[in-house]
């Protein structure tokens, strides 16, 4: 498998983005990983880079983009911050990855039993990642159940998982209202903007519809 050229790159639609990245997963799940020479890759990316997804995930070693949806060198851009939430440095880094350097995707990918959830679930305080938390903590209020206080803590495996996914949710939502470059981009289909889980017990990852 070739690194990708402007040519394929202005060939894949989003919704071929998307499934481009499905077949990755799937691949990775049935541990077959597709052919393809990395160090040939490097070569090829050498004069440019044309990735056809940007994908905003966790900082969790466990949910690496490139290893989760089998991609080689120069076909995603990558950007990592705990509990994937949006902030302007990322959202320019994703405006660079789409507007100027052509992704036709961006996927905000949520993860099961996240740390930086759990810490938002128990109100953490430490140094700079309290900051970080209060973003979070959003999506724990919008999870209305279960309504005893004793049950929305990191204890409560499903309350955690509610709270992942509805973080990923508020992600998109933030990154339509505070970047219009990328909200207009999607507005005239250029590109996509959407969620996905990846359940951390069975590799699988699960697109948001």
Do not use: W
Not at 29 to 36: G, L, V
């Amino acid at each position: 498998m070739k690194a990708h050229t402007k040519e394929t790159q202005a060939a894949i639609t989003p919704d071929m983005a998307i499934q481009l990245l499905k077949m990755g997963n799937e691949r990775f799940q049935e541990n077959q990983k597709a052919d393809r020479d990395l160090m040939e890759q490097v070569h090829d990316t050498v004069s440019g880079q044309y990735p056809f997804a940007t994908v905003l995930g966790c900082i969790d070693s466990r949910v690496s983009a490139e290893l989760i949806f089998d991609q080689g060198v120069g076909d995603i851009f990558s950007a990592r911050v705990a509990g994937n939430i949006v902030n302007d440095d990322i959202l320019g880094s994703i405006e660079f990855a789409c507007k100027l350097a052509g992704t036709k995707i961006v996927v905000v990918l949520g993860h099961t039993a996240c740390g930086a959830v759990k810490g938002a679930c128990d109100d953490a305080k430490l140094g700079n990642l309290t900051i970080l938390l209060d973003k979070i903590k959003p999506a724990v209020d919008a999870v209305h159940e279960p309504t005893d206080s004793g049950l929305r803590n990191s204890k409560n495996i499903d309350f955690v998982n509610a709270v992942a996914l509805k973080n990923v949710q508020m992600t998109i939502e933030n990154t339509r209202r505070m970047s219009p470059v990328l909200a207009e981009m999607e507005n005239q289909g250029e590109i996509k903007i959407v969620g996905a889980m990846y359940h951390i017990d069975s590799g699988a990852v699960v697109f948001l519809e």
